[in-house]
């Protein structure tokens, strides 16, 4: 399995839900930033970028939507890594040592994994966060 079909199965069934609220929550708070850069770009000289190429680019760069959210989850990843190696060694590990591994080893997998999956939630769902971004940003406009 791909990873994009592992993060296709997790959409279907209902596991990325959280996203789809992360991000309108997002993109409503961030709604004039967005503006901003795509006229930024214009101002630069550059052909004018759609309103998804624009908020794709805004959470590639951002690199997180919900930084709570993934804080915690990240952390539950790394108490499953000291399950894991609890059971593999027969005792409690160093919970320090273990943390440290974990951000060494799979921290940036983890970012980018998140980032693939909330891309993925945000193509599958592109009409409604453009609606939303169009009202968002004439209100604010």
Avoid at 61 to 83: D, F
Avoid at 96 to 113: I, T
């Amino acid at each position: 399995m791909t990873e994009i079909d592992e993060i296709r199965s997790k959409y279907e069934s209902g596991q990325l839900d959280h996203i789809k609220a992360d991000l309108e929550r997002f993109i409503v708070a961030h709604a004039a930033e967005i503006e901003r850069y795509k006229q930024e770009q214009s101002e630069r000289g550059l052909a004018p970028i759609a309103d998804d190429t624009a908020i794709k680019f805004f959470i590639i760069q951002n690199r997180s939507i919900n930084p709570e959210r993934e804080i915690l989850e990240q952390i539950a990843e790394i108490e499953r890594e000291k399950w894991i190696q609890g059971v593999r060694t027969g005792h409690s590990p160093d919970a320090d040592a273990v943390c440290k591994e974990w951000a060494n080893k799979y921290s940036a997998g983890w970012r980018a994994h998140r980032v693939t999956s909330i891309v993925y939630v945000f193509e599958r769902e592109k009409e409604r966060y453009l609606r939303i971004l169009s009202s968002h940003s004439r209100t604010a406009g």
